[in-house]
């Protein structure tokens, strides 16, 4: 029963590390890239939000628009890892 555990987990492990071989170089940079993009631009946003002087509500307005573009940042991303995934298959 243990042998036949670690078979299968041996398995599976094995299909998971061969998925994301297929991740041509440009890729993988694309993503790094990417991902370097998202974090700049998120302590961009923390540094506008400490510094903001427009008062209370103006200043919560900017903080949710800094939010949601932060949010469809990211899925525009994983969106084109998994079209680039799908396309390598």
Not at 29 to 41: C, G, L, S
Not at 52 to 63: P, T
Request: hydrophobic share 40%; with cysteine; glycine share 6%.
């Amino acid at each position: 029963m243990k042998k036949l555990i670690l078979a299968t987990a041996f398995v599976m492990a094995a299909g998971l590390t061969t998925a994301h071989a297929a991740e041509t170089v440009g890729e993988k940079a694309e993503a790094t890239a990417n991902t370097a993009k998202r974090k700049v631009k998120k302590g961009m946003h923390r540094v506008q939000e400490k510094v903001c002087a427009k008062g209370d509500a103006k200043c919560a307005a900017e903080k949710a628009k800094n939010r949601v573009e932060e949010g469809s940042d990211a899925v525009k991303d994983k969106a084109k890892e998994i079209k680039n995934d799908v396309d390598n298959d």
